[in-house]
């Protein structure tokens, strides 16, 4: 199978779908690479380098797609190099469905199998193919040094012989990935943060990069699928960009990261907002690809507007281009990676869900959008009474029988624990009586600790109750080996020592156990 990997002609695109170590990785996977002359150049590597990991360089572009079975690229591909796509080839890269239909019919009349990066599911499992994230992180970073480069005073607060210069004031708009790695890249060259997001979760994240979070008292929801924001009400909108302009009035910079996936960026920062803020105030608008979320933001251009310095490049990742053409081209062959199983080729496993997600066109067949994942069932206790329909039993439908049962059970228990303990105090020892008594308040205690515990928690949970199950475990052999067992007191301990090594035992043996099918889990 022949991988063709071209170089980017989009306009001001500096990033190339393979490196030279991404390229030694595909040929170990037995795959024959195609390198478009110059396709590297401008992220730093040279053709003698792609020849060098063993890539061929092909004569041309129109060699190259005319041969390559799987295409890599990183934008979509220009009308004229999807016409040029062998028939049946497969294409990676970035397509964003939702906004190139156009382009999704020029591929489907190629027959063309199309995986897009950017419709990889974000999910655990994924993450090492998450080229949105990876891409979203340079970003931050980058834009965070553009608005420092275009800014005319110091980031960090300084104390010098001349004067006193007070730390910037910086304000991100959207607590994503972009964001966070601009919250982290101010707050390393010793601005003061202050970021916004719709989404309440991402409060605790913000705040553990040293950035405090602005408050939005409104009642509704911002979190949308995906861990991506969601479009919101006008009344929203509007008191939105009221909290907006109040905070930008007292910011040196701003960084604006909010998108919603599919559709144009939400207007945060209005016109009246500008002109307010400071002269020589810094706003680099990173939604300017899908329109922006200053209506004057000029895609690609720095401009100023009332003395604010507003950026709108839709390149910041080209501009740390090897960095991020090493970070992208690994996400690509990890999902490469995953089409291609041990010794049976190329295979688009469609039970897959990080393949299912990513797939767009499948033999010029149109997937895209996957089907929507399975919520799962919701508990016995908690799912409201089915109504009797005609031709349903009402006995079948009635949800109080097991709750009954359940009540019945507990309350046989605890005249069970009553009786126990009213024999050991006619019947026994003072001591038996408080030993048991406090054996069954631990159990009681600890069954309803270990209940509520998170199921997230139960790993690090199972490694300390086997380690108490341990001490149980020794304290009962060092009775049983102390010889006390003459008369009946001395039975007595012997045999609960015994029951207690036989139960802890089993419970040490059931926790490894346990710990260790949970964490495969995780390792898939």
């Not at 005319?66 to 979509?76: F, M, W, Y």
């Not at 060092?478 to 067992?485: A, D, E, Q």
Request: glycine share 10%; aromatic share 6%; hydrophobic share 50%.
């Amino acid at each position: 199978m022949i991988v063709g990997i071209p170089k980017e002609i989009y306009p001001r695109e500096r990033r190339v779908a393979a490196t030279p170590e991404t390229v030694a990785k595909l040929i170990k996977l037995g795959l024959d690479v195609i390198v478009q002359p110059g396709a590297g150049d401008n992220a730093g590597y040279d053709d003698g380098t792609y020849v060098t990991a063993g890539a061929r360089i092909a004569p041309s572009a129109a060699v190259l797609f005319g041969s390559a079975d799987l295409v890599l690229k990183v934008r979509p591909p220009e009308p004229a190099e999807a016409d040029a796509l062998k028939p049946g080839a497969v294409l990676v890269g970035f397509v964003w469905p939702a906004q190139n239909k156009p382009l999704l019919e020029r591929l489907a009349a190629r027959k063309a199998t199309v995986l897009a990066m950017d419709a990889v599911p974000r999910i655990t499992r994924a993450q090492r193919m998450d080229a949105l994230s990876a891409m979203a992180n340079i970003a931050g970073y980058r834009a965070v040094l553009e608005a420092a480069n275009h800014f005319d005073r110091f980031l960090p607060g300084q104390i010098t012989a001349a004067g006193r210069a007070k730390p910037a004031q910086v304000l991100v708009l959207g607590a994503g990935v972009a964001g966070l790695a601009a919250i982290a890249a101010a707050r390393g060259l010793g601005a003061v943060v202050k970021a916004f997001d719709t989404r309440a979760a991402v409060r605790e994240q913000v705040e553990s990069l040293g950035a405090s979070f602005v408050e939005f008292d409104f009642k509704e929801e911002g979190e949308g699928q995906g861990g991506y924001a969601k479009e919101m009400s006008a009344a929203y909108l509007a008191a939105e960009q009221a909290l907006i302009a109040g905070h930008a009035a007292q910011s040196d910079l701003v960084i604006s990261t909010a998108l919603i996936p599919g559709k144009p960026a939400p207007q945060l920062l209005t016109a009246d907002a500008i002109k307010a803020m400071r002269r020589g105030s810094v706003i680099v608008d990173m939604a300017a690809e899908q329109g922006g979320n200053c209506p004057l933001t000029e895609r690609d251009q720095v401009v100023e507007k009332f003395g604010v310095t507003l950026i709108g490049y839709t390149d910041l990742p080209s501009h740390m281009a090897r960095q991020a053409s090493d970070l992208y081209a690994m996400t690509v062959y990890n999902l490469v990676e995953l089409l291609m199983p041990k010794d049976k080729g190329f295979v688009l496993d469609l039970d897959d869900e990080v393949q299912r997600g990513a797939l767009i066109l499948k033999d010029g067949a149109l997937m895209w959008p996957p089907p929507a994942r399975p919520k799962p069932p919701a508990p016995a206790s908690t799912t409201p009474a089915a109504q009797p329909t005609k031709g349903t039993s009402t006995a079948a439908s009635a949800p109080s029988q097991p709750t009954k049962k359940k009540g019945i059970g507990s309350r046989i228990a605890l005249a069970g624990v009553v009786a126990l303990l009213a024999a050991a105090g006619l019947a026994g020892p003072p001591e038996l009586l408080q030993h048991l008594t406090v054996f069954l308040l631990a159990c009681v205690v600890g069954w309803h600790v270990i209940w509520n515990v998170a199921p997230a928690l139960h790993t690090p949970l199972m490694s300390v109750t086997n380690a108490i199950s341990g001490i149980i475990l020794v304290g009962g052999m060092v009775v049983l080996s102390s010889g006390t067992g003459s008369g009946e007191s001395g039975f007595t301990a012997d045999a609960l020592s015994a029951i207690a090594i036989l139960l802890a035992s089993i419970n040490v043996a059931g926790g490894f156990l346990v710990t260790q099918r949970m964490l495969r889990m995780f390792r898939k």
